[in-house]
């Protein structure tokens, strides 16, 4: 992994990253070279909708999201999903690259969507470089959990085989935006299922909630966001909206 930095850094180098980034070609008719993503099926085979590049992409986030660290660093890691899905790829790894460089520095307010980053940047790692991304991303949740006080690192240890164990995986209202035919709520909360299953996966799950089962849950969640996106268009979900 390369040598830490700052948030801010990273949010910095991802803005320049934009800035330097030449248009995206036209997506291409034939599949993609095999990398893990691949694990999840159908993330290289769907038709992409609404090419364009990181810093147009970065350009309708909202203003008021961007206003600090926090906000930007949220953004940016719910985009970075959310073109995954959309079969962007490369596009993604743009972004998820300088985050994992970010170290944990005991604030879950931060860390949570760092953590999103490490998984998805594991996920979309070549497959010659799939084992270290993977490695690396474990390594660095794990640490999290590890750092604190040990009555502190108690509880977190606790509530770390809990998630291992299918709790708190599923948002708790994914069926009321169902139910309320609201489809950009319900892709919105299946993009946020979706990371938690793919760090379920990464982790190697539990007896309870097998590694192989949040895989084939996390496929659904992108074909279902994916038809969702047909539906609908790209900039209706979030970090859009």
């Known amino acids: 992994m390369s040598e830490t930095q700052t948030l801010q850094q990273a949010l910095t180098q991802i803005q320049e990253a934009a800035q330097s980034q030449s248009p995206n070609p036209a997506p291409s008719t034939t599949e993609p070279a095999s990398t893990n993503a691949d ?16 810093s147009s992409y970065i350009q309708r986030l909202p203003k008021r999201q961007m206003r600090n660290d926090k906000g930007q660093l949220q953004c940016f890691v719910e985009l970075a999903w959310l073109l995954y899905v959309n079969g962007e790829e490369d596009i993604a790894r743009h972004i998820t690259e300088p985050l994992i460089t970010v170290p944990f520095e005991n604030s879950y307010d931060y860390w949570t969507w760092l953590e999103h980053a490490h998984v998805l940047h594991a996920v979309l790692a070549p497959a010659e470089q799939a084992d270290t991304a993977k490695q690396q991303a474990i390594a660095a949740i794990e640490s999290a959990v590890n750092t604190g ?3 502190v690192v108690e509880i977190k240890r606790k509530v770390h085989q809990r998630f291992l164990e299918g709790d708190m995986v599923q948002p708790n209202d994914l069926e009321r935006h169902i139910s309320a035919d609201d489809p950009a709520g319900e892709a919105n909360r299946r993009l946020i299922h979706l990371m938690r299953l793919s760090k379920l996966e990464l982790l190697g799950g539990s007896e309870q909630y097998p590694a192989l089962h949040a895989a084939d849950e996390a496929k659904q969640q992108i074909e279902r966001i994916r038809d969702i996106i047909a539906d609908i268009g790209l900039f209706k979900l979030i970090p859009f909206r």
């Not at 694990?39 to 990181?54: D, G, N, R, W, Y």
Request: charged content about 25%; hydrophobic content about 25%.
């Open 149 to 151: 006080k040990p009555d």
């Open 39 to 54: 694990e999840h099926a159908t993330s290289t085979t769907a038709p992409v909708q609404e090419i364009e590049t990181l």
